[in-house]
């Protein structure tokens, strides 16, 4: 016990390498830009000040982001997804076949509609819970994460439903941060190069500043595309390379709500939220709204379907931002009336 204790007090502390690094990175980017450039470089007040205003406003967006994605405690599966007492008794006695039918009859209260490979219940051994929609168990965290994106190693910390925002805006103010940089520095850097201003102390920093800034533009520039790709489409990077599984089968777009619907998930509806890295997303990262498939006429005259199957009488769940009505195009997009903050929709019993 005792050396697995230590050996995973070390790994905690090593974790930490690359969280020092970035900042490390970032003190000397900022000791650089603004004592180096603009104070001794500049000769210009209007531009030296002009310069300095915009670049602290990145600087301190970057900032707060950085640290709120670090620090943003993860969301958890809530004690309604553990099995009860009776049942989890059950579940250690059986073999896996009747663990299954054991697991079925419990995730029919709750709002869980995606499967294993196989279409067996998602169920968590070493949490001991059953894993809500798009939970995933981090082993580097030692943790069932809602809405697991993946665990990032520069923010010592997973990226999930409770800290998704503050990572994507964590990329887009690192991006805007070093391109202001690289954009302010060029002209002093070809001076430099050129020998058109004299050697000093602040030609390494200029020089070393412009090409640090550019090499990390080009590398967050292209994971801010791929995260702004996955918000509107309203997957994670897991399911971006797993289609998530329902009873229906694997469906890429199960999540989908339409380019709109999927940045508000993230974002939330007020859009003057959007760009502070200030908690606005959508829904308690246990149950999502999943869009509408194979719907047509017949099967309509049959019930709401919900994951390709239509609606029986069985258990009621609320699912927060439901639809009274959605029409499915096939290019993913829905067109939504009469929406209702909260409506109550049956679900098929599997029992």
């Known amino acids: 016990m005792a050396p697995h204790y230590v050996l995973r007090c070390c790994q905690r502390s090593l974790a930490w390498i690359p969280v020092i690094f970035?900042?490390?990175?970032v003190g000397w980017s900022y000791y650089a830009y603004v004592v180096e450039l603009c104070i001794f470089t500049i000769p210009n007040n209007a531009e030296k000040i002009s310069y300095l205003v915009v670049f602290h406003l990145f600087f301190i967006m970057f900032i707060w982001s950085y640290w709120k994605t670090i620090c943003s405690r993860l969301a958890n599966p809530s004690k309604e997804f553990c099995l009860p007492k009776v049942e989890k008794e059950q579940y250690e006695k059986e073999d896996p076949d009747t663990q299954q039918e054991v697991l079925k009859k419990v995730v029919v209260g709750l709002p869980v509609y995606t499967?294993?490979?196989?279409g067996a219940v998602r169920y968590c051994d070493h949490c001991q819970v059953i894993k809500p929609d798009r939970c995933h168990h981090c082993s580097t965290c030692?943790?069932?994460v809602l809405k697991m994106d993946h665990h990032c190693p520069w923010v010592n910390n997973c990226v999930g439903f409770s800290n998704y925002k503050f990572f994507v805006?964590?990329?887009a103010y690192s991006m805007l941060y070093c391109v202001f940089i690289a954009a302010?520095?060029?002209?002093?850097?070809i001076k430099f190069w050129t020998n058109q201003l004299p050697d000093t102390h602040a030609k390494f920093h200029v020089l070393?500043?412009?090409f640090v800034a550019a090499i990390f533009f080009i590398s967050i520039l292209s994971l801010f595309s791929y995260h702004l790709w996955l918000v509107g489409k309203n997957r994670t990077t897991?399911?971006?390379?797993?289609?998530p599984v329902f009873r229906n089968g694997p469906d890429k777009n199960g999540f989908s709500?339409?380019?709109?619907?999927?940045m508000a998930e993230v974002f939330g509806d007020q859009k003057k939220y959007w760009m502070f890295p200030i908690y606005s997303s959508h829904g308690d990262g246990h149950s999502f709204v999943t869009r509408l498939v194979n719907l047509d006429p017949e099967q309509m005259a049959g019930g709401l379907q919900i994951n390709g199957k239509s609606s029986v009488e069985g258990p009621a769940s609320t699912l927060g931002n439901n639809i009274n009505h959605i029409e499915d195009h096939q290019d993913g997009s829905f067109d939504k009336t009469d929406v209702a903050e909260t409506v109550t929709v049956t679900i098929e019993s599997e029992s």
């Open 22 to 25: 970035i900042n490390l990175v």
């Open 115 to 118: 499967r294993t490979g196989t």
């Open 142 to 144: 030692d943790m069932c």
């Open 169 to 171: 805006l964590f990329l």
């Open 184 to 189: 302010t520095v060029l002209q002093y850097f």
């Open 208 to 210: 070393f500043l412009f």
């Open 238 to 243: 897991i399911e971006a390379f797993r289609a």
């Open 257 to 262: 709500l339409g380019f709109s619907r999927n």
